[in-house]
């Protein structure tokens, strides 16, 4: 059973819909404050599609995902006890975030720069941005240069080397598939 593969499979498919930005955008802007599912899922395979467009994908995706850490920052800021509390407790984020809580007393605005470059979950460092009244201005240039780093980088590493690199991914991908589900798990068991 290729489960993986047909993900892959479909994931191309939607990346050519004619609403595919805007799904992207969507997914950027709520990943960035409640959603679960990482953006690169879809921008990977958009950019895959549209290697001409890599660049202008990469930019939307990044300034869709700034507004949506503003928007989870604002849950944090304004909404904590109301949202953003169970948001985290949703995900199961409560120790992280008291972890969080001593990395932003320790480096500041650092963590966010940080956040926003790794698969981490944001939506953790945004809301905690807010929750610890982190300056709003500082938060946004910080998720700016973070979060353009990361989708500016899978956009080069995409179009540079998705054509060559394809074949050989699509080959592979239930090994792949598996391998970063496997690392997902021992990763979040390690957290906790």
């Given at each position: 059973?290729?489960?993986?593969?047909?993900?892959?499979?479909?994931?191309?498919?939607?990346?050519?819909?004619?609403?595919?930005?805007?799904?992207?955008?969507?997914?950027?802007?709520?990943?960035?404050?409640?959603?679960?599912?990482?953006?690169?899922?879809?921008?990977?395979?958009?950019?895959?599609?549209?290697?001409?467009?890599?660049?202008?994908?990469?930019?939307?995706?990044?300034?869709?995902?700034?507004?949506?850490?503003?928007?989870?920052?604002?849950?944090?800021?304004?909404?904590?006890?109301?949202?953003?509390?169970?948001?985290?407790?949703?995900?199961?984020?409560?120790?992280?975030?008291?972890?969080?809580?001593?990395?932003?007393?320790?480096?500041?605005?650092?963590?966010?720069?940080?956040?926003?470059?790794?698969?981490?979950?944001?939506?953790?460092?945004?809301?905690?941005?807010?929750?610890?009244?982190?300056?709003?201005?500082?938060?946004?240039?910080?998720?700016?240069?973070?979060?353009?780093?990361?989708?500016?980088?899978?956009?080069?590493?995409?179009?540079?080397?998705?054509?060559?690199?394809?074949?050989?991914l699509y080959q592979h991908m239930e090994r792949i598939g598996w391998g970063v589900l496997i690392l997902a798990v021992v990763g979040y068991i390690s957290l906790r």
């Open positions: 059973m290729k489960i993986f593969t047909s993900l892959y499979d479909r994931a191309i498919s939607w990346s050519r819909h004619r609403q595919a930005v805007k799904y992207l955008g969507g997914v950027s802007f709520i990943e960035s404050s409640f959603f679960p599912v990482p953006t690169a899922v879809l921008l990977v395979p958009m950019v895959m599609a549209r290697r001409d467009r890599a660049w202008w994908l990469a930019g939307y995706t990044t300034i869709t995902s700034v507004l949506g850490g503003v928007f989870g920052y604002f849950i944090g800021f304004f909404l904590f006890d109301q949202a953003g509390r169970h948001i985290l407790d949703f995900y199961q984020l409560q120790d992280q975030f008291v972890a969080m809580q001593g990395w932003f007393d320790t480096y500041g605005i650092w963590v966010v720069f940080l956040a926003g470059l790794t698969p981490i979950p944001y939506k953790l460092f945004t809301i905690t941005s807010g929750a610890m009244s982190l300056g709003l201005v500082p938060f946004i240039l910080a998720s700016l240069v973070g979060r353009s780093s990361q989708f500016f980088l899978i956009a080069v590493l995409v179009k540079w080397g998705g054509e060559k690199a394809e074949p050989l």
